[in-house]
């Protein structure tokens, strides 16, 4: 099936699609390394050619999270640099506990790989080491996008609700959402929908109508959905995420100095929607793109507004390439 095609992706080349894009996936998750820093061990990819995009990973996650979710942008030119947090994987949560400490040790890892710059995005519970990086590293970055990111205190059972909270903080739960978005995706994408948004169920019911016509949105929610998977080793990075970002305020955004795009999803339940316009309202010079209905899935390229969204994010990129 053509990856562009807006016919109904079940269809009787569903398996042979569902195959293929596996595979795929697993071809990526192969590029990982391991190397040491100053801060300590770190896991990450590196794959494509050009200028060098940091990416940061929300909770739970990994380096392949956003590996999964981001690599289409080496057709545009970059190269992708995807990390995982202390915690998380292969990373060891000692390399850093804080979100100012992680922001060092990804400084330490663009030592240990000789990066000079780069251009950072970063989306979710990514938010607040992402911003921590450009606030103490602002020498290290051409600019940055921020996509649905913490950038004050977060709470998960406040936001997300109890369901969605026992499915992605147990071993049994991610591996439910895992064959559940294979075998019954259109199901399964609606209950994500519904405790990640703050939309009406006919509004939810509509983005799902449109998101399972869309080879790339499945794609990219079996991809989001797989990076929430091998619990065991993401749980110390996820439990120490809940845990610092709970005691954080507002974080000190007005010292970020590079060009800023701050994107959010107007009816994230998640990430709240305040979280993007403090960012915006007091980075110096930002500029925002609000995703009008967008839940927190925007940040998995998950909404009608996708392909406009990859559009600005890339053309902001290029702008400051």
Known sequence: MAENSSDSLFSSDYHRWLKEEIARQNELLSTKQTTETSCGTMEYSLIGKGPVILAIHGTPGGYD????????????????LSVSRPGYLGTPLDTGKTPAEQADALAALLDALKIEKVHLMFGSAGGASGYEFAIRHPDRVKCLVAMDAVSSQYLLSVNIGKVMEKLIMSRTGV???????????????QDVLKHSSLCRPEQIKEQVKVAIKDPNQVKMFFRMVRSMTDYKHRKPGLENDLDKMARIGDLPVEKITCPSLIVHGTHDSDVLFYNGVYAYENIPNAESYWVREGSHLICGWISPHADELREKVVSFLLEHK
Do not use: N, R
Request: charged share 20%; proline share 3%.
């Open 175 to 189: 591996e439910l959402m895992e064959q559940m978005s294979l075998h019954f995706p259109e199901k399964s994408l």
């Open 65 to 80: 999270q956003s590996l999964l979710l981001f690599d289409w942008i080496t057709t545009k030119g970059f190269s992708l």
